[in-house]
């Protein structure tokens, strides 16, 4: 079938111009004819469509539109003359799902010429339009059951941005080890955790050890280290780039003496934590170092049994944390507890550095029995992968 773009084919164009001459009727039966012998022809029923309409038969322009529709759904005039129509009968439910078709289903306007390019870009307006009067119809309603937007349910709130269509939902996607049927959580609250208040209270003397450690950067090296055996991980210009560092307590479930050695308080005020262990693989324990004017691209953890934890320590300020749909700033001496497995990316705007204390608990939701079983498959893998 010639595209809808490219100009009709020529069976259909005596149709076409008895359109333009203003003769509807003649057109009709062109079409009419045209739909008998080639009924698969999604522009011939689109013919049809314009001349019904032409002639006032509604109900046969409707039909029409419909049959070029199922045919090709990503006929363009039709989506166009289906969501005119909608409006025109004051359906704006309607009228919006036909536009938002017709704008997301669209190739990019580059590929189409002027007249449908304006056409798209008036879909685009029409659709944007009847999206506000959704919200604010839908709003009022809400209100008037009580709902007031950042005092009631903050998963109500995320909900109503996602069926608006002003948030995307992110799902759990480790790159190594997926557990099955756990919550998909982006952030975790500290409340929900009863070491956390200990922990908080250490703040200070924490902080101070990181101090110390950045007097003398021993031992700090680049987060991401390039690995040969390995792809490299998607993280843009930050692969064995120092903007992002580490000074390790504890790597790969391994305590590195040295460095715990010279912070001793924070490693005492993590005795408490339910570090997620399987020797050989986790935990990881660091202070984390986002220089300034850094960012941490978009990326994923590698498992989704374990919840990191950002324990704030330097916060510059102009930075934050995105996991899946939501962004939040890093509170001095506030823990942070979010998903990895989950899409999320870090930024440092300002002109000083940003340390926190990172580290790994078990997520909740896992039995003790599941921590044990999960942590012998996490061990076992690493001792295969050391061969």
């Known amino acids: 079938m010639t595209s809808v ?41 689109y013919g049809l469509a314009m001349a019904a309409r032409g002639v006032g038969d509604i109900e046969g322009h409707l039909t029409a539109l419909d049959r070029a529709l199922a045919l090709v759904p990503d006929h363009l005039p039709a989506l166009l003359m ?13 009228a919006q799902a036909f536009y938002g078709a017709a704008v997301s289903r669209a190739p990019p306007l580059e590929q189409l010429p002027p007249d449908f390019r304006e056409a798209v870009r008036r ?9 506000g009067l959704f919200e604010s119809r839908l709003r009022a309603s809400l209100a008037s059951e ?15 941005d996602l069926m608006l269509g002003k948030r995307e939902v992110f799902l759990q996607s480790p790159t190594a080890f997926y557990f099955p049927e756990l919550p998909q959580r982006q952030f975790f609250e500290r409340e929900e955790f009863d070491w956390i208040e200990a922990l908080e209270s250490r703040t200070a003397e924490i902080r101070e050890e990181l101090v110390e450690v950045l007097r ?10 390039s690995d040969g055996s390995r792809p490299p991980r998607n993280l843009g210009e930050l692969a064995d780039n120092p903007s992002w560092s ?3 307590l504890i790597k790969g479930g391994s305590v590195v003496e040295e460095h715990a050695a010279r912070c001793p308080r924070t490693m005492a005020a993590l005795d408490e934590v339910p570090l997620s262990r399987a020797p050989g693989r986790t935990p990881s324990v660091l202070f984390s170092l986002l220089r300034p004017r850094s960012r941490i691209g978009a990326h994923n953890g590698q498992l989704n049994t374990r919840l990191i934890c950002h324990l704030p320590l330097i916060v510059p300020g102009n930075g934050a944390l995105r996991v899946g749909n939501e962004t939040r700033s890093w509170v001095e001496g506030e823990v942070l507890i979010f998903d990895d497995s989950i899409e999320h990316e870090a930024w440092n705007d300002s002109d000083k550095l940003r340390g926190i204390l990172l580290f ?28």
């Open 82 to 94: 289906k969501a005119d129509h909608y409006a025109a009968i004051g359906d704006d439910r309607a």
């Open 123 to 131: 879909a685009e307006r029409e659709n944007a339009r009847y999206a």
């Open 360 to 387: 790994e608990v078990w997520r909740p939701e896992l039995t003790v029995e599941e921590r044990r079983l999960v942590a012998a498959m996490l061990s076992s893998v690493g001792r295969l992968d050391e061969g």
């Open 246 to 248: 580490a000074f390790y």
């Open 146 to 160: 009580g709902y007031r937007p950042g005092d009631s349910s903050r998963r109500v709130d995320q909900a109503l």
């Open 5 to 45: 773009y490219s100009g009709a084919p020529d069976p259909l164009q005596p149709g076409w111009d008895a359109l333009r001459r203003g003769d509807a009727a003649t057109s009709r039966n062109v079409f009419g004819r045209l739909v008998a012998v080639r009924p698969t022809d999604a522009n011939a029923w």
């Open 216 to 225: 003398d950067e021993r031992g700090v090296e680049p987060y991401v280290r």
